[in-house]
């Protein structure tokens, strides 16, 4: 690697920490190959083993300027994620408060089969709804919120609306998966959509990415094990062409978190600004725009429209 300025490289490994600007200039180790030139995987992970050596051309500044491109990502993704959490804990409110204001504490909303035991993969007993229920009480007698803090000092019940100020994303999105269909279709025709199941992976997905974001964790290149689904034939999605490592990794959320953002936030400049940190992408070997799922020739324009 190519170091200009030692003192400067000291510096910034010591406020930065080595292992956290390694994982930027990992791209840039160049791959065990077999005498066919061919790359060797990892007999556990599957994945190719890297060298300790660097491709040609690979600077620190470069892996530094990596890591304040996905810093400067990561603030944007947490700016349309504010948004569309705060919107979504409106509609959910409004949703399912307008039947009962205490209808999140009651099972009847809830779909059946969340409300069984079950065992999972790893043979420990579930239960996804008592789970849910525990988790966001613990959050309400948490919450320094005015609003909550009130009606625990009057010894109120705390409606629906009061209670999802005290609800993070993953709350949130755990709630709607839970919601038997009638009350999840109520939430879907607010923006838009009709398929719950598809819906509720993108509420996981973006949780995933508003923690990473939140705990200062790369996220230009992360990839997901299993690709998202879109609607077919959709009239902002088809042109999109979005494939499957497209649906894996960042510019697939992109492209939904922009979907939704259009239906609350109509004159919202997003994804210019995306579009523009995009195209200052550094260009550290390894570095592609395959590895955020974008197509080779850089971010789509027609996004903008």
Known sequence: MHIEDTTRTE??????????????WYPARQFHLDPHQQRLLCSISRKPIRLDAFEPGTAFEDAVSLYKFDKTLRMLMLDAIERLEVHLKTVVAHEIGY??????????????????????????????????????????????????????????SIPVWVAVEAWDFGDLSEFFELLSGKYQNLILGRLGLSDAKMFSRWLQQISHLRNRCAHHTRIWNQASPNPLSVPANHPYFQPLQLNESSRKRLYGLISIIWFLLKRIAPSSTWIREVGSLVDTKPNLPG?????????????PRHLFS
Request: with cysteine; proline share 6%; glycine share 6%.
């Open 287 to 299: 570095c592609t725009y395959e590895a955020m799922g974008l197509p080779v020739t850089g971010f």
């Open 11 to 24: 510096r910034k490994l010591a406020q930065l920490g080595y292992y956290r600007l390694s994982g930027f």
């Open 99 to 156: 039947h009962d204001p205490m209808a999140y504490t009651d099972v009847k909303y809830i779909l059946p089969k969340w409300t069984q035991p079950y065992t999972d993969r790893n043979g420990n007993p579930r239960n996804k709804w008592l789970e849910w229920s525990i988790k966001q009480e613990s959050h309400l007698k948490r919450s320094k919120e005015d609003c909550i803090q009130w009606h625990m000092q009057a010894k109120k």
